[in-house]
């Protein structure tokens, strides 16, 4: 039950272009390219999200 209130909210953050734990915009993140994409770090928490034709997700970790 708590995976389906937290889940529409995290893609909103995610279709906005923000972090889903703190909220930043992953713009200002570091980035660098790899094969999975551009891999974008959070400046602020440090999650690592994968943009991929304008989208964004978490990376799971085989792609760290």
Do not use: H
Not at 12 to 23: I, N, T, Y
């Amino acid at each position: 039950m708590f995976k389906s209130v937290i889940a529409p909210m995290q893609a909103w953050l995610l279709s906005q272009g923000r972090c889903v734990g703190c909220g930043t915009n992953l713009s200002e993140g570091k980035s660098k390219k790899t094969k999975f994409g551009e891999q974008i770090t959070c400046k602020k928490c440090g999650r690592i999200f994968i943009k991929k034709d304008n989208k964004y997700r978490r990376a799971l970790l085989n792609e760290v």
